[in-house]
T-cell receptor, first 117, second 113 residues
């Protein structure tokens, strides 16, 4: 009965490197959301995906950031050429299909903490 | 543009007393509101929700009140326990289901024994 699984939990990168964060949604959930929490800030929405589709990426920075949720495997949030300002906690959440009860509740993973040196 | 505002960054309450956490919103299209609790180094966990057709929802020690005309909601915790010490986030959405939630910045609650 695993919840939302995120890995790695901690990731250290030097400026200019790439960061890849992975998220496996809860069993039976087909919708994935990525949020970012900067120090002393709230949760900022980045992107919402279903399998093989990006539904809403209005919160995603225009450059260097991309996300995917392939037919098989976890959702990936990719940050290219990281900068110090990318240091944050990145949370993934999932929800079931709209017709299922609880579809309004996002279930969060424990987060991936990215540190850019 | 902060659509969901939690104006108190922190709150201290004695064990056994009532904790009241407040949240204001600016988008009149929001119809669904949720509260999440977050411990350090963990993800947020869902606590309680309310839709705009109600003005109160209760679950054990937790009650959420919604005042749509004032665009204000509050979470009451009675009685407060030390284990309630966490950051509480207010969140909102326009539609129900399969939609991103808009979060406030959170209020850190400390329950003192």
């Amino acid at each position: 009965n695993a919840g939302v699984m995120q890995n790695p939990r901690h990731l250290v990168r030097r400026r200019g490197q790439e960061a890849r964060l992975r998220c496996s949604p809860m069993k039976g959930h087909s919708h994935v959301y990525w949020y970012r929490q900067l120090p002393e800030e709230g949760l900022k929405f980045m992107v919402y995906l279903q399998k093989e589709n990006i539904i809403d990426e209005s919160g995603m920075p225009k450059e260097r950031f991309s996300a995917e949720f392939p037919k098989e495997g976890p959702s990936i949030l990719r940050i290219q050429q990281v900068v110090r300002g990318d240091s944050a906690a990145y949370f993934c959440a999932s929800s079931p299909y709209k017709g299922d009860s609880g579809a309004n509740v996002l279930t969060f993973g424990a987060g991936s903490r990215l540190t850019v040196l | 543009d902060q659509q969901v505002k939690q104006n108190s960054p922190s709150l201290s309450v004695q064990e056994g007393r009532i904790s009241i956490l407040n949240c204001d919103y600016t988008n009149s299209m929001f119809d669904y509101f949720l509260w999440y609790k977050k411990y350090p180094a963990e993800g947020p966990t869902f606590l309680i929700s309310i839709s705009s057709i109600k003005d109160k929802n209760e679950d054990g020690r937790f009650t959420v009140f919604l005042n749509k005309s004032a665009k204000h909601l509050s979470l009451h915790i009675v009685p407060s326990q030390p284990g309630d010490s966490a950051v509480y986030f207010c969140a909102a959405s326009v539609v129900w289901g399969n939609t991103p939630l808009v979060f406030g910045k959170g209020t850190r609650l400390s329950v003192i024994a």
